[in-house]
């Protein structure tokens, strides 16, 4: 069983950053493919960014440029990196672990982009 824990989401004003980071319980964490995925009032869950086991990227075109994905191996950690964000933006933020036969989801941090 894995557990992942948000954090980092808040009230940010448009053109700013933000920093997102998941924790991972257990000793699996790098056998693992990582995302963030985000899901906007009346919208579908969509992905964000994704980072694999062997540390390759991709992006959503929504965000390429802008937002940058991370993993520390070594801390059970991956981040998300946000900057120049857009209201569009915002949304409840959850980080998804993907193992071979096993996917697991955290409950979310919320991330408003306001003036």
């Known amino acids: 069983q894995v557990q992942l824990v948000e954090s980092g989401g808040g009230l940010v004003q448009p053109g700013g950053s933000l920093r997102l980071s998941c924790a991972a319980s257990g000793s699996s964490f790098n056998r693992a493919d990582m995302g963030w995925y985000r899901q906007a009032p009346g919208e579908q869950r969509e992905l964000v960014a994704f980072?694999?086991?062997?540390?390759?990227?991709n992006y959503a075109d929504s965000v390429k440029g802008r937002f940058t994905i991370s993993r520390d191996n070594a801390k059970n950690t991956v981040y998300l990196q946000m900057n120049s964000l857009k209201p569009e933006d915002t949304a409840v933020y959850y980080c998804?672990?993907?193992?071979?036969?096993?996917?697991?989801w955290g409950k979310g941090t919320l991330v408003t982009i306001s003036s």
């Open positions: 980072i694999s086991k062997g540390g390759s990227t």
């Open positions: 998804n672990a993907r193992f071979i036969v096993t996917t697991y």
